[in-house]
T-cell receptor
Framework: NAGVTQTPKFQVLKTGQSMTLQCAQDMNHEYMSWYRQDPGMGLRLIHYSVGAGITDQGEVPNGYNVSRSTTEDFPLRLLSAAPSQTSVYFC??????????????FGDGTRLSIL | QQQVKQSPQSLIVQKGGISIINCAYE??????FPWYQQFPGKGPALLIAIRPDVSEKKEGRFTISFNKSAKQFSLHIMDSQPGDSATYFCAATIRNSGGSNYKLTFGKGTLLTVNP
C-alpha cells in the first residue's frame, strides 16, 4: 500500500516555464488537496477536490490549476512559473467515512525551485 | 488574517523534559483540531486530534489540552525524547457533512529539538 505518491521529488524550473506536479493515491480516498509549505508560513491550501470532476480553490490558488479526472490522481499545474512559487508542495488525501473525522494522509512532497 | 496562531516558533528541551506548544484560533466554527508531526524530508503525519467538546485527550506521551472559552489548545509531550525532534503543526478545520477534514488551516509550526 503506497499511500500518497508525489512525483517528481525535486524540480528546478526557469521563470515562465510550465510543469505539472503529479499526485496519486491508492486508498480510494474521495478528498484530495494541495498545500504549499514555505519557511515560517506553515502549510497553506492551494486547491482541493471532494471527488472526481469537482475542484475548488483554497487560500492561495493564484498561478495554479488543478483537475480531477479520476479518484486516484490530482495533478497540480503551474502555467507560467514565477520565483514566488519556489516552495515545497504537498499533496494530501482523506476518506469520507461516516461522521468521524478522517486524518489527511500526506505525500513526501515535491521540492520546487524557480530561477 | 491568520486564523490559527502557534507558538513558540522553536523550542529546545532536554531529554525527559516536557515540551509544550500552544495554539490559538479565531474562527468559532472550527470543530476539529489535529496536530501533525513532520520530520525533515517527509510529509506531515497526524499525531493526535481533539474535538471541542473534550477538554483533554491523551495518547501515550502526547496530550492535547483544549480551552474552548479561551479559543486555545496546546500539545504537551511528556518525557520528551530525541526521536521527538521534529516540526509540529497545529491545525483546525470545520467538519463537513461527510465527516472529512479535507480543508485544514495550519499554524506556522514549531521546530522542537530534544537534546540527549
Amino acid at each position: 500500500n503506497a499511500g500518497v505518491t508525489q512525483t517528481p521529488k525535486f524540480q528546478v524550473l526557469k521563470t515562465g516555464q510550465s510543469m505539472t506536479l503529479q499526485c496519486a493515491q491508492d486508498m480510494n480516498h474521495e478528498y484530495m488537496s494541495w498545500y504549499r509549505q514555505d519557511p515560517g508560513m506553515g502549510l497553506r491550501l492551494i486547491h482541493y477536490s471532494v471527488g472526481a470532476g469537482i475542484t475548488d480553490q483554497g487560500e492561495v490558488p493564484n498561478g495554479y490549476n488543478v483537475s480531477r479526472s479520476t479518484t486516484e490522481d490530482f495533478p497540480l499545474r503551474l502555467l507560467s512559473a514565477a520565483p514566488s512559487q519556489t516552495s515545497v508542495y504537498f499533496c494530501a488525501s482523506s476518506s469520507r467515512q461516516g461522521a468521524q473525522h478522517q486524518p489527511q494522509h500526506f505525500g513526501d512532497g515535491t521540492r520546487l525551485s524557480i530561477l | 488574517q491568520q486564523q490559527v496562531k502557534q507558538s513558540p516558533q522553536s523550542l529546545i528541551v532536554q531529554k525527559g523534559g516536557i515540551s509544550i506548544i500552544n495554539c490559538a484560533y479565531e474562527n468559532t466554527a472550527f470543530d476539529y483540531f489535529p496536530w501533525y508531526q513532520q520530520f525533515p524530508g517527509k510529509g506531515p503525519a497526524l499525531l493526535i486530534a481533539i474535538r471541542p467538546d473534550v477538554s483533554e485527550k491523551k495518547e501515550g506521551r502526547f496530550t492535547i489540552s483544549f480551552n474552548k472559552s479561551a479559543k486555545q489548545f496546546s500539545l504537551h509531550i511528556m518525557d520528551s525524547q530525541p526521536g521527538d525532534s521534529a516540526t509540529y503543526f497545529c491545525a483546525a478545520t470545520i467538519r463537513n457533512s461527510g465527516g472529512s477534514n479535507y480543508k485544514l488551516t495550519f499554524g506556522k509550526g514549531t521546530l522542537l529539538t530534544v537534546n540527549p
